[in-house]
C-alpha cells in the first residue's frame, strides 16, 4: 500500500537559528512583531508499507540514519494514505 509521509525537521529548543533570526529581523523591519520564530525543513515522501505503523516506522529510520541529528533536531512524522 501506498503512504505519504510529512517529516518535519527543526532545531531543539535552546539551538542557535540564525536564520530564524534574520528573518525575525527582517519581519521587525517590516513592521511584523514576533514574539519567537524558529525555521524547520519538511521532506514529503511517498513509500510502499503494508500498513501505517510500518510506514511511520520507516519514517522514523529515515530520520535516525540520515535525515536528523539527534543532538540538534527534533522531528514530527505525520502519515497519510
Known amino acids: ?3 505519504d509521509v510529512a517529516i518535519t525537521i527543526g532545531l531543539k529548543e535552546g539551538m542557535l537559528d540564525p536564520e530564524a533570526r534574520a528573518i525575525r ?6 513592521g511584523f512583531s514576533t514574539e519567537s520564530l524558529a525555521t524547520a525543513r519538511v521532506f514529503q515522501v511517498s513509500l510502499e508499507a503494508q500498513d501505517r505503523d510500518e510506514a511511520y516506522a ?3 529510520e529515515m530520520c535516525a540514519r540520515l535525515l536528523a541529528n539527534p543532538v540538534i533536531h527534533r522531528y514530527r512524522i505525520e502519515v497519510s494514505s
Do not use: G, T, V
Not at 25 to 30: D, F, I, R
Open 1 to 3: 500500500m501506498k503512504f
Open 25 to 30: 529581523h527582517a519581519l521587525s523591519n517590516l
Open 58 to 60: 520507516r519514517a522514523e
